[in-house]
């Protein structure tokens, strides 16, 4: 049977990638499927959310998630990743070491209003990326369809990682570095004098007519992304 991604939820967007916003805390993540893999870009917050996000790929490409990238390591975007047993991960170099410190991910959970039991299920079944990123990393998933995974951090967090779908449009998954539905959190690992550089490097991936894909809110374009930078370098004082 033919099944639409928006039956599943889901917001097409060209070239065998779709993505969806999750409930909660309104988490972007976002499918890539090539004929021969198919890549998951965050996991949700909870193992539920990871769950529902295998199920509902296994329904629209009848073949389970072979590769997930991590856009960061922070609860809302990573902690469904033990749904996914079998799919090779990848994050950001150091992504890793901190996924490893389960109790802190936990802590920020719980401090975010998830119940102690998603919490602490998610936390003890952690996984951390086996594949770190240091630069970029080129990805066939088949058929033609090649998609580079560029650690072009730090800005939100330390260890940000984005994702380029070329295609018509080309698109680029940009994690919580771009947001649309609220003002942009800079916490406690954040490096806010690169932030401004990082998208910078995202406009310079992706070009003025990509479509650009934030970590949380509706999808924007290279206009949005731009104006985003000056705000935060004005912010921060950075040039």
Same mark, same amino acid.
Request: charged letters at 20%.
């Given at each position: 049977?033919?099944?639409?991604?928006?039956?599943?939820?889901? @917001?097409? =967007?060209?070239?065998?990638?779709? /993505?969806?916003?999750?409930?909660?805390? %309104? !988490? $972007? +993540? *976002?499918?890539? &499927?090539?004929?021969?893999?198919?890549?998951?870009?965050?996991?949700?917050?909870?193992?539920?959310?990871?769950?529902?996000?295998?199920?509902?790929?296994?329904?629209?490409?009848?073949?389970?998630?072979?590769?997930?990238?991590?856009?960061?390591?922070?609860?809302?975007?990573?902690?469904?990743?033990?749904?996914?047993?079998?799919?090779?991960?990848?994050?950001?170099?150091?992504?890793?070491?901190?996924?490893?410190?389960? @109790?802190? =991910?936990?802590?920020?959970?719980? /401090?975010?209003?998830?119940?102690?039991? %998603? !919490? $602490? +299920? *998610?936390?003890? &079944?952690?996984?951390?990326?086996?594949?770190?990123?240091?630069?970029?990393?080129?990805?066939?998933?088949?058929?033609?369809?090649?998609?580079?995974?560029?650690?072009?951090?730090?800005?939100?967090?330390?260890?940000?990682?984005?994702?380029?779908?070329?295609?018509?449009?080309?698109?680029?998954?940009?994690?919580?570095?771009?947001?649309?539905?609220?003002?942009?959190?800079?916490?406690?690992?954040?490096?806010?004098?690169?932030?401004?550089?990082?998208?910078?490097?995202?406009?310079?991936?992706?070009?003025?007519?990509?479509?650009?894909?934030?970590?949380?809110?509706?999808?924007?374009?290279?206009?949005?992304?731009?104006?985003?930078?000056?705000?935060?370098?004005?912010?921060?004082?950075?040039?």
């Amino acid at each position: 049977m033919d099944v639409s991604w928006e039956e599943f939820g889901w @917001e097409r =967007l060209g070239n065998g990638t779709g /993505r969806r916003r999750l409930p909660v805390w %309104d !988490a $972007t +993540a *976002a499918l890539v &499927a090539g004929a021969d893999g198919v890549l998951l870009y965050d996991t949700g917050s909870t193992l539920r959310e990871g769950v529902e996000l295998r199920t509902q790929a296994e329904g629209l490409l009848g073949r389970r998630v072979t590769h997930i990238a991590l856009s960061h390591p922070h609860f809302d975007h990573v902690l469904g990743t033990a749904a996914f047993s079998g799919a090779e991960v990848y994050g950001a170099v150091g992504t890793a070491e901190l996924l490893g410190r389960g @109790e802190e =991910l936990r802590a920020d959970a719980l /401090r975010h209003g998830m119940s102690e039991a %998603d !919490a $602490t +299920a *998610a936390t003890d &079944a952690l996984v951390a990326p086996r594949h770190q990123v240091s630069g970029e990393w080129t990805l066939d998933l088949g058929g033609g369809l090649q998609v580079l995974l560029a650690n072009v951090g730090p800005g939100h967090s330390g260890h940000d990682l984005a994702v380029l779908v070329p295609g018509s449009p080309v698109v680029v998954l940009c994690g919580d570095l771009v947001e649309e539905s609220g003002e942009p959190q800079a916490g406690g690992d954040a490096v806010p004098t690169h932030w401004p550089a990082a998208l910078d490097r995202l406009l310079e991936l992706g070009g003025e007519d990509a479509l650009y894909v934030p970590g949380h809110g509706a999808v924007v374009d290279a206009a949005f992304v731009r104006a985003q930078r000056d705000q935060l370098a004005d912010r921060f004082g950075v040039s």
